[in-house]
């Protein structure tokens, strides 16, 4: 079973995402609105997926790695969600 931490990993990676698509810039305060989190939580799991290679936490974006994790996360979860209609 998956920590509270590696949920609220996936699901900042899958904001950051959200953020590009939308052409808006992510912010550890804007991150932390969103995700229902204090925005220290975010700065520090930035900092821990940094040193994975999946977000470049001084510009609070995905790197490549983390872009291709992100969108078969998206992706998955579509086909959840139409899985679950059928």
Request: glycine share 8%.
């Given at each position: ?27 550890p305060e804007l991150l932390s609105t969103w ?52």
């Amino acid at each position: 079973m998956k920590t509270n931490e590696e949920k609220l990993g996936w699901r900042l990676l899958e904001a950051l995402y959200e953020a590009g698509r939308a052409d808006t810039h992510a912010t550890p305060e804007l991150l932390s609105t969103w995700l229902g989190v204090q925005e220290t939580r975010v700065q520090e799991l930035l900092v821990r997926l940094d040193a994975q290679g999946l977000v470049d936490g001084s510009r609070c974006r995905l790197s490549m790695q983390g872009l291709v994790l992100a969108v078969s996360l998206h992706g998955a979860q579509k086909l959840s969600m139409h899985s679950i209609a059928a």
